[in-house]
Nanobody, 115 residues
Framework: QVQLVESGGGLVQPGGSLRLSCAASGIISNTYLMGWYRQAPGKQRELVADITSGGKLRYAESVKGRFTISRDNAKNTVYLQMNSLKPEDTAVYYC?????????WGKGTLVTVSS
């Protein structure tokens, strides 16, 4: 059974930092395209960042220079380091694993950026 479990969300002030984690089980995450998506209230889910099995990184323009995606193969975990957070980063953040036309999703973790 495949599970992607996100953690690390919470309330943070503008300019602060958070690190999200996505622990994978049932798949070997470094053989998948692993990504972080987010969905703000009233908006569509959007790609934040992803990392290919070969290590290629991709970021949404809105987070370039502030967010960093990485993975720890030994822990089968993908991370999203978020710095210089802004109120518009407030959303539920979801972990995604994709391979051979199959998508797996975590249940999400809420990030709230507010003073």
């Amino acid at each position: 059974q495949v599970q992607l479990v996100e953690s690390g969300g919470g309330l943070v002030q503008p300019g602060g930092s958070l690190r999200l984690s996505c622990a994978a089980s049932g798949i070997i995450s470094n053989t998948y395209l692993m990504g972080w998506y987010r969905q703000a209230p009233g908006k569509q889910r959007e790609l934040v960042a992803d990392i290919t099995s070969g290590g290629k990184l991709r970021y949404a323009e809105s987070v370039k220079g502030r967010f960093t995606i990485s993975r720890d193969n030994a822990k089968n975990t993908v991370y999203l380091q978020m710095n210089s957070l802004k109120p518009e980063d407030t959303a539920v953040y979801y972990c995604n694993g994709y391979r051979l036309e199959i998508n797996y999703w975590g249940k999400g973790t809420l990030v709230t950026v507010s003073s």
